[in-house]
């Protein structure tokens, strides 16, 4: 018997939205897309575009509109609406606009889709996920952010082209907030099997040491910064990083990943979102696990933390 078929809801069609909507067609993600945008001609040309080029990938329907009747029901809810995010601009300094919008959008959308798993994928993506389990009183496993999945990519990706390794071969994790203060897990990272603080390059190859840790953290903080100043946003790594965050909980993976939540059970972080390695899977955002740390990672864990209590204070959080 075939299963039911899934289907994924897409709040915003700009950049982010359509990007997550392009991903989640190619990879073959959910059996119907449905995006949702005020902006109704922008999302019925996306919806058109992308349906031109149903015949090249796994079998889909993708709809749209400006309603909120197009989510329902679905199994899976991405927020992607939120100010755009201009140069220079700290994703610190967009939270008031877009914390309330979705307060205002957010409610409607969960009364066609009670059931649905919530991925929040704007920012400041912890601060709005905080607002958004606040404004909508869903449990922390079923509303959660795409918190560092795409900062831990990135970081991975610096780290196996600096070692000249397969990017598939690292592992490595961001944590904290998505931002500033975030925070890399260099004692627990490895390259296959291999602590990466006992590696040894490879013939020619460069050594991981204390400056090459700190340059690729700084190029892992700034990536959005660099791409936002030479094309106005980040879209295709997000994009796919959100899509395979939807198929960890679709196809019901436990898969450990980063994600946005309130981290109950950690002294010290329990009244903020904020990631850790995270288990995955159809029931949402579910056990945190807790990884070893060092002293001074543990220390600036706790100080993303404060970063992010003292910006929910400033907006009543």
Request: glycine share 10%.
């Amino acid at each position: 018997m075939e299963a039911r078929p899934t289907k994924l809801a897409i709040i915003g069609a700009g950049a982010v939205g359509t990007a997550i909507a392009y991903a989640s067609l190619i990879r073959g993600v959910a059996r119907t897309i449905a995006l949702m945008d005020i902006n109704a001609a922008k999302v019925t040309a996306e919806v058109l575009d992308m349906s031109h080029g149903l015949e090249f990938v796994p079998r889909a329907d993708i709809v749209g509109g400006d309603d909120v009747s197009v989510c329902a029901d679905a199994d899976v809810v991405v927020f992607t609406a939120g100010a755009k995010q201009k140069p220079g601009q700290s994703r610190l300094e967009l939270a008031e606009a877009t914390i309330g919008l979705t307060n205002t959008i957010l409610p409607g959308v969960v009364s066609v889709a009670p059931h649905a798993i919530y991925l929040m994928v704007t920012n400041p993506v912890d601060l709005v996920t905080y607002a958004a389990l606040r404004a909508t009183g869903l449990p922390n496993n079923q509303l959660f952010g795409s918190g560092t999945v795409l900062d831990s990519s990135r970081l991975r990706f610096l780290i196996a082209q600096h070692c000249d390794v397969a990017v598939q071969n690292v592992h490595a994790y961001i944590v904290g907030e998505h931002g500033d203060s975030e925070i890399p897990l260099w004692s627990s990272a490895t390259i296959g099997g291999v602590p990466l603080l006992n590696w040894q390059p490879l013939p020619g190859g460069r050594p991981m040491d204390v400056a090459a840790r700190e340059r690729i953290h700084h190029d892992v903080v700034h990536a959005a910064y660099q791409i936002i100043e030479g094309k106005g946003a980040t879209n295709y790594a997000i994009g796919l990083a959100t899509a395979r965050i939807v198929e960890a909980v679709l196809n019901n993976e436990h898969r450990v990943m980063p994600v946005s939540t309130v981290a109950q059970g950690y002294e010290g972080l329990g009244d903020v979102c904020l990631s850790l390695p995270t288990i995955v899977d159809r029931q949402g955002a579910g056990s945190r696990l807790h990884i070893p740390m060092s002293e001074q990672e543990h220390d600036g864990l706790l100080a993303s933390a404060d970063t992010l209590r003292d910006m929910q204070a400033r907006f009543g959080l």
